[in-house]
T-cell receptor, first 114, second 116 residues
């Protein structure tokens, strides 16, 4: 069975500081991994994804994530936080090799302090 | 349209009332998903369509939940005899390709259901 664990339901950083949001997964099929962002009262927007190939994936808004198979991790980072990065972030893993449905983590709320 | 469109955006239902939530996926998208997102939680899978065929309904919580996509485009999620525990955001998502190709799954803004 597939599952996702996001360590830390709330993360607070100062503007300009490094952002690190942690995600660990388990998967019985080759993992496709995703990070989505959700702003208040809005749907989910894809930040980045890993399917195959390069393990360091770059996404929108300066975010990137590295797939580490040995650690079963897919942590999200951004070198310098902006106030506009404050949102809910969800890590997800492909749950089915047939349908492509996703299993999501519980989410991490990122707070950015001025 | 340019994105996944859902209606209504907000719905307040009295307990026991039936509700219908509509999803217009991105034109040409083969795959369509419904998810349920409770307050403070991650989205949970409900059901999956490939064109008009409902290939996976393993996430539907009870037989009060029913989804259809009769012509392979617009989909409707129906909840009968709503209960308070049904209060959540219902997210629709679509993807261009069928199956697990890794193609991007695009989400709508959700239908917020409150059962009182």
């Amino acid at each position: 069975a597939q599952s996702v664990t996001q360590l830390g339901s709330h993360v607070s950083v100062s503007e300009g500081a490094l952002v690190l949001l942690r995600c660990n997964y388990s998967s019985s099929v080759p993992p496709y991994l995703f990070w989505y962002v959700q702003y208040p009262n809005q749907g989910l927007q894809l930040l980045l994804k890993y399917t195959t190939g390069a393990t360091l994936v770059k996404g929108i808004n300066g975010f990137e994530a590295e797939f580490k198979k040995s650690e079963t991790s897919f942590h999200l980072t951004k070198p310098s936080a902006h106030m506009s990065d404050a949102a809910e972030y969800f890590c997800a893993v492909r749950a089915s090799s047939n349908t492509g449905k996703l299993i999501f983590g519980q989410g991490t709320t990122l707070q950015v302090k001025p | 349209g340019a994105g996944v469109s859902q209606s209504p955006r907000y719905k307040v239902a009295k307990r026991g009332q039936d509700v219908a939530l509509r999803c217009d996926p991105i034109s040409g998208h083969v795959s369509l998903f419904w998810y349920q997102q409770a307050l403070g939680q991650g989205p949970e899978f409900l059901t999956y369509f490939q064109n008009e065929a409902q290939l996976d309904k393993s996430g539907l919580p009870s037989d009060r939940f029913f989804a259809e996509r009769p012509e392979g485009s617009v989909s409707t999620l129906k909840i009968q005899r709503t209960q308070q525990e049904d209060s959540a955001v219902y997210l629709c998502a679509s993807s261009l390709a069928q199956g697990a190709t890794g193609n991007t799954i695009y989400f709508g803004e959700g239908s917020w259901l409150t059962v009182v």
